[in-house]
């Protein structure tokens, strides 16, 4: 029995995600055998990533007995559009905190975070964390239950999504092997999960998250992040794997000109993915790693002897918000 399997869970997903190879645009780069994982499938309003932690923290949110979401995150994050979609699934209300003001016209997923009838709050950057705990307090005065789910829903339980993820992978590659995960690495739950799901299933391959924010802070910060999330991921599997920021790797060098801020390598990988496979990227997240897997193969960085395998984490709903920095490229 999977170390999972005694872990309650919400079902919001259509699992598997397909495994698919990636032949057209292999032989246009002369190798390597690139796979995709299609977590832009996961069922649930659109799919994406989040949908797999949301699974696990919508379940620990009902056995609590809360009957209202709270999270926080960008006009355009994902992980709000998907939150509040799995709120509406299991009838409870969702509070949602983005960063900045309030836009004249809804688009891409603020409009669907609007459609799932997420009640929206706009705060300044720097106030969002006081802001969060704010509302709930609020909420809870109002006689409500508020469940509050970090950024990204990256912790411990968040991340549990992932370490089953990567269980399923290795089901699905059966005796194909693969020398390394890319994908896109941001509030860290994802990266935290595969990595403990890669130990517990014994996968020996590499394990490469491309940090997709411009992190001016010290070196290490984001990989101890990563590290405490692992940990208490671990410790809730109830394994002894315990984890320490060597055990994580974070491709540095592709953020551009910051969170959210399209350039050439996310517009060309975008197109190239679109023209060569009919898959679609994200202009924040996806399209921004897949840009920086191509520039590491064509640097050598990714041998053209290995497989590798990208992570399509979702996000293809902001295309919508970032017509004006995608068109005419
Ligand atoms: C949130 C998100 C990520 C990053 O995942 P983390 O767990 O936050 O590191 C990657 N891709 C997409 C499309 C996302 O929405």
Redesign the pocket.
């Known amino acids: 029995m999977p170390a999972t399997a005694k872990l309650s869970r919400c079902k919001l997903t259509q699992l598997p995600t397909p495994v698919e190879e990636l032949r057209t645009l292999s032989s246009k780069l002369g190798g390597p055998k690139i796979l995709i994982k299609r977590d ?1 499938l996961t069922g649930l309003a659109l799919g ?3 949908v797999r ?1 949301l699974e696990f923290l919508l379940a620990d949110a009902l056995a609590q007995g809360c009957d209202t979401l709270v999270t926080l995150g960008a006009a355009q ?3 709000c559009r ?1 939150t509040a979609a799995a709120a509406a699934a299991c009838s409870l209300k969702c509070e949602l905190i983005l960063n900045g003001k309030k836009p004249e016209l809804p688009q891409g997923n603020l409009f669907l975070d609007e459609l799932f009838g997420a009640t929206i709050h706009w705060i300044e950057r720097p106030q969002r964390a006081a802001k969060s705990a704010e509302l709930v307090q609020q909420l809870k005065t109002a006689g409500r239950k508020p469940y509050l789910i970090p ?4 912790n411990g339980i ?2 549990l999504g ?1 370490v089953t993820a990567v269980t399923e992978l290795m089901e699905q590659l059966d005796k194909r092997t693969i020398n390394r995960i890319v ?11 595969l990595v403990v799901g890669a130990r517990v299933a014994g996968f020996k391959g590499a394990v490469t ?1 491309i940090g ?1 924010d411009k992190d001016d802070r010290d070196l290490n910060i984001y990989e101890q992040e990563l590290t405490d999330i692992a940990n208490d991921c671990a410790t809730r599997l109830g394994t002894n794997d315990r984890f320490t920021p060597k055990d994580f790797e974070v491709v540095r060098g592709y953020a551009g000109a910051g969170y959210g801020m399209v350039g050439d390598l996310e517009r060309e990988a975008i197109r190239l993915l679109a023209q060569t496979e009919g898959i679609l990227l ?1 202009p ?3 399209g921004r ?1 897949f840009g920086a897997m191509l520039d590491l193969i064509r640097k050598g960085q990714i041998a053209k002897n290995e497989t590798v395998l990208f992570w ?5 709903p ?1 295309l919508f918000a970032y017509v004006k920095d995608l068109i005419g490229s």
């Open positions: 832009d994406g990533n989040k932690k994050s994902n992980h998907q950024v990204g829903g990256s968040g991340a992932y994908f896109a690495s941001s509030s860290g739950g994802t990266q935290a999960g998250g997709i994200d924040v997240y996806a790693a399509h984490t979702g996000g293809a902001a």
